[in-house]
């Protein structure tokens, strides 16, 4: 769908995982992700070697992955990204499993599954309310 000026507009809707708002840059990747080992919590870079993401920081962005992997700490490892100022604003899954889950609900990081990730592009500027995800640009 396209508004105004040419600018895409889409709406998504998912299945809530945590409930709350947020707005910012996509950062996409095909890959799942581990928080515990992949993603330092003092930084929010993602470190897991050959991963996708590897070198990029994901404080304050719309995390667009199709589903975690890992260790249950990566609950954790969300929780102390949160507490230290560098968890991102938002959380999008293709599948939503419990690890990432219980890290985003104890965050309070807005989160989202069951929405086709393949129509967000990295860049989209991307809001979540609850159960929707609106690509506004």
Request: net charge positive.
């Amino acid at each position: 769908m396209r508004g105004r000026c040419g600018e895409r507009k889409m709406e998504l809707e998912g299945r809530v995982i945590s409930k709350g708002v947020a707005k910012g840059e996509a950062i996409i990747t095909k890959q799942p992700i581990s928080f515990y080992g992949g993603v330092d919590p003092n930084t929010s870079e993602v470190i897991e070697k050959g991963h996708e993401l590897q070198g990029q920081k994901v404080k304050g962005k719309i995390l667009v992955f199709p589903n975690g992997k890992g260790s249950t700490v990566g609950s954790y490892t969300l929780y102390r990204m949160k507490k230290n100022g560098v968890a991102p604003a938002g959380i999008v899954n293709k599948e939503c499993e419990t690890v990432v889950a219980v890290g985003a609900i104890i965050s309070e990081i807005p989160c989202v599954d069951g929405i086709d990730i393949s129509k967000i592009r990295n860049g989209d500027i991307v809001r979540l309310v609850n159960s929707v995800v609106t690509i506004e640009e």
